[in-house]
């Protein structure tokens, strides 16, 4: 099949062709760059939590009185939910992964750095780790002895003093910070700094995700050894065996509740509920990203097939005489597929221009990285199918087109 | 001669409709995917107070106090002061007009506890009302002296008198609110702003504005034990309880709000709370250099994301496939109409002009157009119904409405002209005596 008679023939039909190049064009660009963005979605959406997606519940509580004795009241309080049947572990945290609030901390390796070497989800709570279902990878867990009460804390970090008891001296962080601040390195015993106050690595976990903001590095979390207080932000959080995980919700709350009830729970959910409402933007999105992905691919689909078949039905006649002249019916078959196969060509190559300036706007406008090369030659075979595809009906239809039309009159 | 192409356009259209349906359908697909983005953008887009919140300003500075807890997540600086910072700013009356405020959620019900409700409200110091154009039903609101003698006074709004009271005129009487009892002196209109840009911190996720139901001053209301949603930014030796305290001695938990006609006088106001910033931090009352600006409402919305991004991306998506569409229909539009030269050629050698030709194809593509736009309907309103299914926060702006039925018919009509131009140009360049030769 020579390809010099096509070009001639669209030659005849500029506004037309350069039409379906452009739309061909327009659908790769777009089509590439949203599956790019659903790929991002996606993957955002997989990160590894590092914890027990499917044991735990959480129970958020805002106390409506101040409390006498807060401390005492917080023992009895996860005393009642350890004594619930089929809770496995209890503890009150100060942040949960996913869960949509923040507090986070700058990190630095010197007191006297400028700025932080990076910033990290602080996590607090007695018993916490072994809550959430940590993997610890090197090191230990926070031993007992270790944690200190909140409000100690806070009020020793204001006084500055390093070797003041009530400062956490110990801490775990994920393998991803530890990675990040020492490349390469072992980081058990080395320190990081609070204000002036330094804190020893002694133990590293797998993952544990942050609490909300995701773009200042999801993985970089850290435990504290730090004992929280019944106040809004903070959650209980129970594990449990994944199938009892409805029962266990009942019950807890209404241990909670009958042991104050001038007590609001804000809200009672099990991770996974939070895990799903972390992302249910991301999802929302890339579902409507398909939506349109599928769309575009339709209308193109579409669009070819009517231009086909209109150039099939006003070259009726002159593919009659090709037939009668001699060519097969896979000769004129073979002509209207190269045509398509031309024509697409020619938009993927445009195609390719336009997806790398969209992407070039989408980077500088909402930070997304470069889009990987890969996607080009997805998004190209993807259009010469469904170019292919849309064109191989009336093509069909041309090649069924009897040698004797070209002795008829129009 | 418009009735005549028009009449025209129609014959033709029943003549082939396969290449009818198809060319509608896509014209109404993609109007109706850019009909509904554009709803939601513009519905989330504009004055969140028409006519008013343009001239308002909050002001943000950094006014970590040494003992405050150390929350590091803002680079940049929040708008919450404290309440004597809040009271200095509008007591000093450098604005036109100045209030300070913050989002509560109160039991408001009569004395005798038969009636309650929850509802949102703003706690303000100065005049709050008045600075957001809140309209009156009856009664008035709270006077200077009032403020200050911490007179247990409140402005409700009118939906809030009839369920309590059974009458929108409750001036005079009184509701139970937090310990004590509060004198009704005003009953408002219903009132919410178009988006949420007052006390952003504690209304996260709502794009749309909060219909706030009761105004009260603030230090009546502290007095009465009716504190904000939550407590701000504390101390750390502050209560621990900080869900609808009114515990707030130690916390930042007010935000300014401004009233300034004139970048002179934006740019005045700038100079002095920058200073009055700056003073504070030279006295060691804030710990970190203030940092200290004024936000017009929009610029603080957009600081704050209260608009998701998604919806412009939206809107981008929408329009790129909607363009798409019409390349699509272009390209049909002309293989319809060269179909169709020996007809023209005929006309064109009876006499028609070109411009007469050319005006016949656009009459018939703007018909298409409309009879898209038509099908574009159900489609958009179909759209707008799966986006308000979706868990997203702008979910609730999906509302079909009339102008979205009037701008959608004229978008279809526009794009049904658009996309006829380059056939119609073409197929009115053809020589007359070639096309009656070529039939």
């Known amino acids: 099949m020579t390809v010099r008679p096509i070009v001639s023939a669209l030659r005849k039909h500029k506004i037309t062709a350069w039409l379906v190049i452009l739309e061909i064009a327009l659908t790769c660009a777009i089509v590439c760059n949203a599956v790019f963005l659903i790929s991002q979605r996606l993957q955002a959406m997989a990160m590894p939590s ?294 697409a060509s020619a938009g993927i190559v445009l195609g390719m221009v336009f997806a790398y300036g969209i992407n070039l706007f989408l980077m500088h406008r909402y930070e997304l990285p470069r889009l990987p090369l890969a996607y080009l030659p997805v998004g190209a075979a993807l259009l010469w199918g469904i170019g292919q595809l849309a064109v191989l009906a009336p093509a069909l239809r041309a090649a069924a087109v009897p040698p004797v039309v070209a002795t008829r009159s129009v | 001669m418009f009735g005549y192409y028009l009449r025209l356009a129609l014959r033709r259209c029943r003549q082939n409709l396969p290449m009818l349906s198809l060319l509608v359908l896509t014209m109404a697909i993609g109007v109706a995917a850019c009909m509904a983005a554009l709803t939601i953008a513009t519905t989330l887009s504009g004055e969140p107070l028409p006519g008013i919140s343009a001239h308002l300003y909050v002001a943000s500075m950094d006014a970590h106090e040494p003992g405050d807890r150390d929350n590091e997540r803002q680079a940049v600086p929040d708008s919450y002061l404290r309440l004597s910072d809040a009271k200095a700013l509008v007591d000093t009356g450098r604005a036109r007009q100045q209030a300070a405020l913050a989002q509560s959620l109160q039991q408001v019900g009569n004395p005798d506890g038969r009636q309650s409700d929850q509802v949102m409200g703003l706690m303000a110091y100065g005049p709050l009302p008045d600075m957001l154009g809140v309209a009156l039903r009856h009664g008035r609101s709270w006077m200077p002296a009032e403020q200050s003698s911490r007179a247990p006074v409140v402005l409700i709004d009118a939906d809030l008198a009839q369920k309590l009271f059974g009458t929108d005129d409750a001036v005079g009487r009184n509701v139970a609110m937090g310990k004590h009892v509060y004198r009704v002196i005003g009953v408002i209109a219903p009132w919410s702003p178009r988006m949420q840009f007052l006390d952003v911190s504690r209304n996260l996720g709502s794009v749309l504005g909060q219909n706030e139901q009761f105004f009260v001053p603030v230090e009546a209301a502290l007095d009465g034990g009716v504190g904000p949603l939550t407590s701000g930014e504390c101390s750390k030796d502050a209560a621990v309880v900080s869900f609808q305290s009114a515990e707030v001695g130690q916390c930042r938990w007010l935000e300014v709000w401004l009233a300034l006609d004139g970048t002179a006088a934006v740019a005045d106001y700038q100079r002095f709370l920058f200073g009055y910033a700056q003073a504070q931090h030279d006295a060691g009352r804030f710990a970190h250099p203030p940092q200290a600006r004024l936000y017009d409402a929009s610029g603080w919305m957009t600081a704050n994301h209260v608009v998701p991004d998604d919806v412009r991306l939206n809107v981008m998506l929408a329009g790129a496939f909607l363009l798409l569409c019409m390349i699509n229909v272009a390209g049909l539009l002309a293989a319809r109409f060269l179909r169709r030269q020996a007809d023209v050629a005929i006309r064109r050698a009876l006499g028609a002009s070109r411009r007469q030709v050319f005006a016949q194809h656009l009459i018939e593509t703007g018909l298409i157009g409309l009879i898209g736009g038509l099908i574009a309907l159900p489609l958009t309103w179909c759209g707008l119904w799966i986006v308000r299914q979706q868990p997203v926060s702008y979910a609730v702006a999906a509302d079909f409405s009339g102008m979205v039925f009037a701008g959608l018919l004229l978008l279809s009509l526009a794009v049904g002209l658009v996309v006829g131009i380059l056939p119609a140009w073409r197929i009115c360049r053809l020589p007359p005596a070639l096309q009656i030769k070529q039939a």
Not at chain 1, 52 to 60: G, K, P, T
Not at chain 1, 103 to 117: C, G, I, Y
Not at chain 1, 211 to 222: F, K, P, Q, R
Not at chain 1, 300 to 328: C, D, E, K, M, P
């Open chain 1, 50 to 343: 590092g914890i027990a997606e499917q044991e735990l519940l959480a129970i958020d509580v805002a106390n409506l009185r101040e409390e006498p004795d807060a401390k005492a009241r917080v023992q009895e309080d996860l005393a009642a939910l350890r004594a619930v049947p089929g809770v496995r572990q209890v503890s009150l945290a100060g942040l949960v992964p996913l869960a949509g609030s923040e507090f986070n901390t700058e990190v630095k390796l010197d007191p006297a750095q400028k700025t932080a070497s990076l910033n990290a989800a602080m996590y607090t709570g007695e018993n916490l780790l072994a809550t959430l279902g940590t993997r610890l990878v090197a090191g230990r867990e926070l031993q007992p002895e270790e944690f200190r009460y909140a409000d100690e804390v806070s009020k020793a970090f204001a006084g500055g003093d390093a070797q003041e008891q009530g400062v956490p001296h110990t801490l775990v962080i994920t393998q991803a910070m530890a990675e990040q601040l020492w490349p390469g390195q072992n980081p058990l015993g080395r320190q990081i700094y609070f204000r002036s106050v330094p804190i020893r690595v002694v133990g590293v976990v797998a993952h544990l995700a942050r609490g909300s903001n995701l773009a200042l590095g999801g993985d970089y979390s850290l435990v504290l050894p730090i004992r929280e207080l019944v106040k809004e932000g903070n959650s209980f959080l129970i594990r449990t065996a994944p199938q009892d995980r409805a029962r266990v919700m009942q019950a807890a709350l209404a241990a909670l509740k009958a042991r104050n009830p001038h007590r609001v729970i804000l809200a009672s959910r099990n991770w996974e509920q939070i895990r799903a409402e972390f992302f249910q933007n991301d999802r929302a999105m890339a579902g409507l990203l398909v939506g349109i992905c599928v769309a575009l691919l339709l209308v193109t689909a579409l669009g070819i097939f009517g231009l086909a078949s209109f150039w099939v039905a006003q070259r009726r006649r002159t593919i009659g005489v090709r037939r009668a002249l001699g060519a097969t019916r896979g000769d004129i078959l073979h002509y209207f597929q190269t045509e398509n196969f031309l024509l």
